[in-house]
Each structure stands twice: as C-alpha cells, then as structure tokens.
C-alpha cells in the first residue's frame, strides 16, 4: 500500500483530522442518500401513473389516425394540420440536494376545437377531428408528465452518483487512513521504546563510568 506520508506526529494528527473529515463526509452523503431514496418513492407512484396515461392515450391516439388515413388520405391529412403552430411551455428550475430540475408549466392550450383549428366542418371528417383530439390530449399529457418524469432520472442519477461516493470513502478511503494512522502510530511506539530503550543504556553507561 502507498504511504500517505513520513511516521511524524504532524502526519499523524494530520491523517486523524483527515479521517474525522471523511467520516463527517459519510454522514452527510448518507442523510443525502436517505433524503434522496424517499424523493425518488415519492416521485416514482406520480411518474408512473403519469407514463401509464400517456400509454394509454397513445393506445387510443395512433389508431385513430389510421382510420383518419383511411377516410380522408394522406395528403388530406397534412393539408389540414398547415399552418403549423407553436406551443408555449415555461420551464422553471429548482434544486434540493445539489439535484437541479424544472417544472413545465403550459402557457398555451393544446387541445382546441374544430373551429379553432381553422377546418371547415363540412370538409373535415369525423375520424379525423377524433384524431387531432387525440393527439392533443397525448401532447398535454406528454408535457404535464415532463416534469416528473425529469425529475424521477435526476433523482436517479444523483442517486446512483451519491452511493457511488459513500462506497468509495467508506470502502476505500476511510480504511487506507485508518491503515495509514495504525502503521504511523506503530512506528512512533516502536521509535518510542528504542529511544527509552538507548537512553536506558546511556544512563547505565553513565552510572558504571561514575562508580
């Protein structure tokens, strides 16, 4: 193993004071490990319904466009969808624990009517008013799910950062200075005795050179 430094005293306290820093790091990561696996429980149920709706919705959502297709073609289809038109969003960024994410607001409704999309009634045919409806229903449900579902993978990724962290100090680190303090602390004992040890036999030296 790879010294951390000469078996002096100021090693010594200096490796102590770097293992006590250490373990307070442990500490904190693992409250933030803790605070980090109850965020991601409880983001995880809303996340899930969240994908579960947009499933669901996209379930309904592509064969309606098929029967669109059928009834009214291809080209007919992209003749109504022109001109295309922007949809708002506002992205508002927090942080808890160091995790950066953003909550999607929608400033401009997606869902609209047949007038609202600028089709003539007569000339657009059922299936495909049910299809735009529903592909507008999917796209609000994709962005209301955006933020949780980007806040579940930033949780999930500090998570997995944070462990990886606690594993490395408490694996690695901690028990190299613990090594380290137990090899410099034996060398100062065994410096310690030979130095009693010659200074015992200088005072014997001493006594015999005097009597």
Not at 124 to 152: G, W
């Amino acid at each position: 193993m790879r010294t951390l430094g000469a078996p002096t005293r100021s090693n010594l306290i200096r490796h102590r004071r770097r293992l006590e820093r250490v373990r307070k790091g442990i500490d904190l990561l693992t409250r933030k490990r803790q605070a980090l696996v109850a965020d991601l429980f409880r983001v995880a149920t809303p996340a899930i319904e969240a994908r579960s709706r947009v499933e669901a919705s996209a379930s309904r959502a592509y064969p309606a466009l098929v029967r669109a297709v059928g009834a009214q073609g291809t080209g007919g289809l992209e003749a109504m969808g022109w001109p295309a038109r922007r949809v708002e969003v506002e992205l508002t960024v927090s942080e808890s624990w160091g995790v950066a994410t953003g909550a999607v607001q929608r400033l401009t409704p997606v869902r609209r009517t047949v007038e609202a999309r600028g089709q003539a009634p007569p000339l657009t045919q059922p299936a495909a008013a049910v299809a735009a409806d529903e592909f507008e229903q999917m796209v609000e449900l994709l962005l209301d799910a955006a933020s949780t579902e980007l806040l579940l993978r930033r949780l999930a990724d500090a998570l997995r950062r944070t462990t990886r962290q606690v594993n490395t100090l408490e694996n690695r680190v901690a028990p190299g200075l613990s090594a380290e303090i137990h090899r410099v602390r034996a060398l100062l004992e065994e410096r310690e005795r030979e130095d009693h040890t010659r200074l015992k036999h200088l005072l014997r030296l001493r006594q015999g050179a005097t009597s």
